[in-house]
């Protein structure tokens, strides 16, 4: 069985929300086991009232507008400290949270801690694309500042994800750059291509920004603040898309007939392009698998959190990882 520990008290919606999505991922996983981590008058009761869950009582909880590393040094019973801890301790196997992504990703680097070799844990998720086809994008806010050979890490670790969840044989990696020549880009990013080249990771060229949806590429690496925005990028443009849709629906009978047709089609979508359908971000380079939820969660998506961090563990990606790093340093 895997034993995923969840943050009961991360993200903006109530803690009630993700417990909700923590009873549906036991629902639809009778093989999974839930470790709840937060506040006693929360975990408690749930846990005594829901199969295959484990209270992990934390007195204290990181707010989503406390300085990330301050916070995680100052609240060492918070429910993201001690859902780290239980981790490194071997109590579960992953780590989900929809709360502060810099004090998950601090409390995950000191302690779960890093992959021997891995110099930065890089965010990634996979967008969705043409056809069915999903890219994995890292770093997406992790590191703003990353020297060429933390990109080569980023790309033999998305490469290792593509393999090990979305079961691509040979992951095509590009570089997002703004343009697909060789000689396009910033020093830094020219710098970033040339290692590239040189590394053992299934580099295939720059890739520009329309590629992210495109499925041209199969990872795309750039440094943490490029990946931020264009992660905001496209998750502004989906917005847009969605309000627009809700507004000329407005406007006739017809479209609104058409709308009630389609709408089982549009929620997929929108499902896609939250992210809730692949359960956020996960954090690629450290010893377990942590992934963080969107703040706005909702319980589907701290379901499909949970799920996801199952299906890291039972793949095998951290091995993956570790054997990409090791193979391509021989």
Partial sequence: MSRICVDAMGGDESPEVVCEGIALALQNDPTLTVLVAGTDEVVTPFSEATDRAE???????????EHPAEAVRKKKDSSIVRGCAAVRAKEADAFFSAGSTGAVFAAATMGV???????????????????????????????????????????????????????????????????????????????????????????????????LLLGDFDVIVTDGFTGNVALKTVEGTAKYILSALKEAIAQSTRAKIGALMLKPALGGVKD??????????????????????????????????????????????VDKITEGLTSSAQ
Avoid: W
């Fill in 113 to 211: 801690g890093r992959i021997r070799g891995i110099k930065r844990p890089a965010l990634a998720t996979p967008l969705p694309g043409i056809g069915g086809h999903n890219t994995v994008v890292l770093d997406l806010g992790a590191n703003a500042d990353v020297r060429p050979e933390s990109i080569v890490q980023f790309a033999q670790m998305g490469a290792a994800y593509s393999r090990a969840i979305l079961n691509v044989a040979n992951p095509k990696v590009g570089l997002l750059c703004n343009g697909e020549e060789d000689t396009k880009g910033s020093e830094l990013a020219l710098s970033y291509h040339k290692a590239l080249v040189e590394a053992d990771c299934g580099f295939v060229g720059n890739a520009e920004g329309s590629d």
């Fill in 55 to 65: 209270p992990l009582v934390a007195s204290e909880v990181i707010g989503m507008a």
């Fill in 272 to 317: 896609n392009l939250s992210g809730d359908a692949h359960g956020g971000a996960v954090l690629l380079g450290l010893k377990a698998p942590v992934f963080i939820g969107h703040g706005a969660t909702s319980v589907k998506a701290v379901a499909s959190g949970t799920a996801a961090a199952a299906a890291a563990v039972r793949s095998g990606l």
